[in-house]
């Protein structure tokens, strides 16, 4: 059973920066995608970020890009999402997600993924 585990989430004002960790168990991490999502209040689920850790591939969606940056560390079985110059905007709760590496959908359909995570609240003050 996979199971992924999010930290790092916190309370920061604008231009702050946060780390998110997500340490994926129960799959085989090189042949994953894994996945960041938030969620707004009153909003639909986003694709933030997303990595295949077997084959070095990276994507950032283009509302954050140049400010967040996705990496991992393979042999730790983690994703990290790492956040700077955050602001209010941001304010969601993350979720990372895992799925497997050949499944069909582009990185940003949550389809694709079939596993997820608790989720980490962020909060960015003006």
């Known amino acids: 059973q996979v199971q992924l585990m999010e930290s790092g989430g916190g309370s920061v004002q604008t231009g702050g920066s946060l780390r998110l960790s997500c340490v994926a168990t129960?799959?085989?991490?090189?042949?994953?995608?894994m996945g960041w999502f938030r969620q707004a209040p009153g909003r639909e689920r986003e694709p933030v970020a997303a990595l295949y850790p077997g084959l070095g591939e990276r994507y950032v969606a283009d509302s954050v890009n140049g400010r967040f940056a996705i990496s991992s560390d393979n042999a730790k079985n983690t994703v990290y999402l790492q956040m700077d110059n955050l602001i209010p905007e941001d304010t969601a709760m993350y979720y990372c997600?895992?799925?497997?590496?050949?499944?069909?959908?582009?990185?940003?359909?949550?389809?694709?993924?079939?596993?997820w995570g608790q989720g980490t609240q962020v909060t960015v003050s003006p």
């Open positions: 997600a895992a799925g497997p590496q050949a499944a069909a959908g582009r990185w940003t359909s949550d389809y694709r993924y079939n596993a």
């Open positions: 129960g799959l085989t991490f090189r042949r994953s995608c």
